[in-house]
Nanobody, 125 residues
Framework: QVQLVESGGGLVQAGDSLRLSCAAS????????MAWFRQAPGKDRDSVAA????????AYADSVKGRFTISRDNAKNTVYLQMNSLRPEDTAVYYC??????????????????WGQGTQVTVSS
């Protein structure tokens, strides 16, 4: 079992930056593909970004490409999401997810095995 705990959410203004963190425990972190998803009120959950176990492969949703960067520190069992140039439409609960078998390049819409509780990001205009 893998436990995931997100942190770093908050209320910011449009154009600001925010960095989310997700601390993992209970597994061999470097073996897991890690991803970020988000869900806005009344909407389906959206894929945001993913990173392979080694960190060599990353993938992004078109809506965040060029603004968000996913990274990981396997020594700290932590994955990050650096969010720049935030927009009001980025407002959502952001979830961290982990899976042993999903390829990071195919993460969109994939069903990850392990999920965190989520952290709220609110971007005001």
């Amino acid at each position: 079992q893998v436990q995931l705990v997100e942190s770093g959410g908050g209320l910011v203004q449009a154009g600001d930056s925010l960095r989310l963190s997700c601390a993992a425990s209970g597994g061999t972190f470097s073996r897991y593909t890690m991803a970020w998803f988000r869900q806005a009120p009344g909407k389906d959950r959206d894929s945001v970004a993913a990173i392979s176990g080694s960190g060599r492969t990353t993938a992004y949703a078109d809506s965040v490409k060029g603004r968000f960067t996913i990274s990981r520190d396997n020594a700290k069992n932590t994955v990050y999401l650096q969010m720049n140039s935030l927009r009001p439409e980025d407002t959502a609960v952001y979830y961290c997810a982990a899976d042993l078998w999903i390829d990071a390049s195919r993460f969109k819409g994939a069903k990850f095995d392990y999920w965190g509780q989520g952290t709220q990001v609110t971007v005001s205009s």
